[in-house]
């Protein structure tokens, strides 16, 4: 079965620990991304890649960080110094200049 | 800033009628825009695109329509249907396909009456 995986569906993290999110995909693509989502609010982009061993900043990067070491994953690091880490975060993948399809998405709770 | 405006965040539509859906953008840069249904905590699922050389697109039941010069596009759906409860992001790039990522709306909830 082709697709986009994250896990886990629920995360729950300390104050101060980092946590990472998975995001693997199946399809081939080339492209991949992550997103996150607050309450009544759109998506916003956190980090993009368009390549294996290249990434670039979206428009709320401070607190992340990513690595794309193969193709197939594109993991999500929520550091302590990100100030508001509580939301659901969503992966999603793409071939060349093409629709975006996303995973189901990881709901992290910082308690 | 908002660069993609949504500005209905619910819209209630009798199962059967049209549904329209509309969204507004400030950035003349934007030459790609898309429609996402989303359900509660699962991932969005792609509708339909446009590209900014068109000005309508259609699918089935999904057709989008763009004016450049107003900055604005809508989703239509007919006839709506049950299924079709969800709540819909409106996105735009400024290249094809959202290649350097997305930038999306609010969100507009679409409720279908009985």
């Known amino acids: 079965d082709g697709g986009i995986t994250q896990s886990p569906k629920y995360l729950f993290r300390k104050e101060g620990q980092n946590v990472t999110l998975s995001c693997e995909q199946n399809?081939?693509?080339?492209?991949m991304y992550w997103y996150r989502q607050d309450p009544g609010q759109g998506l916003r982009l956190i980090y993009y890649?368009?390549?294996?061993?290249?990434?670039q900043k979206g428009d709320i990067a401070e607190g992340y960080s990513v690595s794309r070491e193969k193709k197939e994953s594109f993991p999500l690091t929520v550091t302590s110094a990100q100030k508001n880490p509580t939301a659901f975060y969503l992966c999603?993948?793409?071939?060349?200049?093409?629709?975006?399809?996303f995973g189901p998405g990881t709901r992290l709770t910082v308690l | 800033d908002q660069q993609v405006k949504q500005n209905s965040p619910s819209l209630s539509v009798q199962e059967g009628r049209i549904s329209i859906l509309n969204c507004d953008y400030t950035?003349?840069?934007?030459?790609?825009f898309l429609w996402y249904k989303k359900y509660p905590a699962e991932g969005p699922t792609f509708l339909i695109s446009i590209s900014s050389i068109k000005d309508k697109n259609e699918d089935g039941r999904f057709t989008v329509f763009l004016n450049k010069s107003a900055k604005h596009l809508s989703l239509h759906i007919v006839p709506s249907q049950p299924g079709d409860s969800a709540v819909y992001f409106c996105a735009a790039s400024a290249r094809s396909g959202g290649a350097d990522g997305l930038t999306f709306g609010k969100g507009t909830h679409l409720i279908i009456q009985p």
């Open positions: 890649s368009q390549i294996v061993n290249d990434f």
């Open positions: 999603a993948s793409s071939p060349r200049d093409n629709e975006q399809f």
């Open positions: 399809l081939n693509h080339d492209a």
């Open positions: 950035n003349s840069m934007f030459d790609y």
